[in-house]
Nanobody
Framework: QVELAESGGGSVPVGGSLRLSCIFS???????MGWFRQAPGKEREWVAG????????FYADSVKGRFTISQYYEKDTFDLEMNMLKAEDTAMYYC?????????????????WGQGTQVTVSS
């Protein structure tokens, strides 16, 4: 049973935009939803998170001001709007959800992962 599934990855030039979406199963009871990314040869890093019923997201310093996370809990989805993309944003992006965390920032508290979607930013 697939519980989280991403869509929306692709290739864009530097300065471009992409919107990632993650749909989750109706049966899931999450406290937060979030996004992580992993570039080749690097550890998976937290990008953004949002409380299940919240309006304001939390962001890694590297994406603050460029990325926006939004949740549409009534539609079982949450998005990551990415603007002013840089070459260093190139990575596999994973959506995530947690029963315990309110920001989804702590990797150890993530209960569910999506399969990942590739984002490539070319210079």
């Amino acid at each position: 049973q697939v519980e989280l599934a991403e869509s929306g990855g692709g290739s864009v030039p530097v300065g471009g935009s992409l919107r990632l979406s993650c749909i989750f199963s109706k049966e899931m009871v999450n406290r937060c939803m979030g996004w992580f990314r992993q570039a080749p040869g690097k550890e998976r890093e937290w990008v953004a998170g949002i409380y299940m019923f919240g309006e304001n997201g939390f962001y890694a310093d590297s994406v603050k001001g460029r990325f926006t996370i939004s949740q549409y809990y009534e539609k079982d989805t949450f998005d990551l709007e990415m603007n002013m993309l840089k070459a260093e944003d190139t990575a596999m992006y994973y959506c995530a959800a947690s029963h315990l965390s309110t920001t989804c920032q702590d990797y150890a508290k993530i209960d569910y992962w999506g399969q990942g979607t590739q984002v490539t930013v070319s210079s």
